[in-house]
């Protein structure tokens, strides 16, 4: 990420009215946005990992350039900084610098970063604004947009937290360039999420060629990007706190991205969280596909084509065999389910995403039997 003479070279803004609205800026260079997303604080304080110690350190020269007080907050990496004791810390940093309702935070780093950011902020004297700066690509296209923040516990993944509109969100293409490999085709699992349950031009577009797809310093991979955080934007804007199983439109609602989500949490679950979000999603779109498959509503092509995209990424589509009990109970408190029924998003077709509540258990155990290996 550049530390100075940041201008933005190509500016794409999407916008989202969800309770608050505010803009996704998709761009390279873009950090000279940051003064006015934060226009009437006075204080900032930038939450970020260790990892991007120098990036922080040259936003918070920028800002105090620009007259802020800025505080760093420096957390744990990734999943660590999830925990309610990581939130405290922040609290605890948050009162010693004095921030009031008028003032800022900044979520700077990856998904569990901007998620605990959006956490802190929502709660801190009962919510401030926050403003993400994602640095992965799993980041830019899901966790910083639309508003959900939240921690892990004991009893799962994201059950705590609170919906929770961020003032707007800087989406440098230029951190990509830096990122891990691995962490770059974990971000791809949700790009091709929106691919499978709306936007299939984006799957078209991967499996003509996954190595553009790919590649952060091309044009191909922020037009993805684009085109994952508009419908992002759009979900959201229709149905921010996930209420209604249909949208106004008769489409089925924000748990629509939630596609592969149910049985991917249940991974991350058993994993200990160790696995990276989106090669759980991966894994767990497979087991949907499958299901849905077995249910009679989407065809075995259909399912090949799962296979097939989420290969080429070289994304996982099996799971170790055995822990079938150890998946469903996780399955069961994930906050997906209603009452005593799993609820999962499956597809009637490509692009044609429905929910499925209750499916019988022999399907359920069949399509892990699919996947498993
Ligand atoms: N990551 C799913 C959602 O934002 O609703």
New binding site residues.
Partial sequence: MPSSGWCAVVDTRIHVSAERDYDVVIGRGLLSSLPDMLRGSQRVAVIHPGTLLVSAEAIRQDLSDSGFEVTLIEVPDAEDAKTSDVAAFCWSVLGTAGLTRSDSIVGLGGGATTDLAGFVAATWLRGIRVVHIPTTLLAMV??A????TGINTAAGKNLVGSFWSPGGVLCDINSLETLPRNDLLAGMA?VVKIGFVRDTSILDDVERDAAAATDPAGDLLPDLIRRAVQV?AD??SRDFR?VSATAGDGSIG??V??YG?TFGHAVERREKYRWRHGAAVAVGMMFVAELAALGGRLPESDVDRHRSVLDGLGLPTTYSAGHWDELLAAMAVDKKARGSLLRFVVLQGIGNPVIWEGPDPALLAAAYASISR
């Fill in positions: 899901d966790a947009v639309g508003g959900k949700e992002k979900v959201v996930e924000r748990e991205l939630n989500h």
